[in-house]
Nanobody, 126 residues
Framework: QVQLVESGGGLAQPGGSLRLSCAASGFAFGHYAMGWVRQAPGKKHEFVAGIGWQADNTLYADAVRGRFTISRDNANNILYLQMNNLKPEDTAMYHC???????????????????WGLGTQATVSS
């Protein structure tokens, strides 16, 4: 079955960096757009970044554009999120997610993602 396992979260200082990874299995990873969605305490899920199935197109939320980079390794079924210049407001549980349809470009609506991992916590604090 579909499995998405995130890793790489932790504690970072403001201005610091973290690199999140998501190991995917149980489906044809290279055929699906993927995304990162986050949820801060007391808030609803928020789109962070998306990448199309061919990895040639990406989308970012305004809050992270220019600081975060999404990428994918289709040969090894891994999704990445490089987070630079972190801010306290980036503190959240980060989930990777699989589009419910195949062969699409990046998606920004969290509702189109049908499978989510359990998440990895990123905390930004001095």
């Amino acid at each position: 079955q579909v499995q998405l396992v995130e890793s790489g979260g932790g504690l970072a200082q403001p201005g610091g960096s973290l690199r999140l990874s998501c190991a995917a299995s149980g489906f044809a990873f290279g055929h699906y757009a993927m995304g990162w969605v986050r949820q801060a305490p007391g808030k609803k899920h928020e789109f962070v970044a998306g990448i199309g199935w061919q990895a040639d197109n990406t989308l970012y939320a305004d809050a992270v554009r220019g600081r975060f980079t999404i990428s994918r390794d289709n040969a090894n079924n891994i999704l990445y999120l490089q987070m630079n210049n972190l801010k306290p407001e980036d503190t959240a549980m980060y989930h990777c997610a699989k589009d419910h349809l195949d062969y699409r470009g990046p998606q920004s609506d969290p509702r189109v993602y049908e499978r989510w991992g359990l998440g990895t916590q990123a905390t930004v604090s001095s």
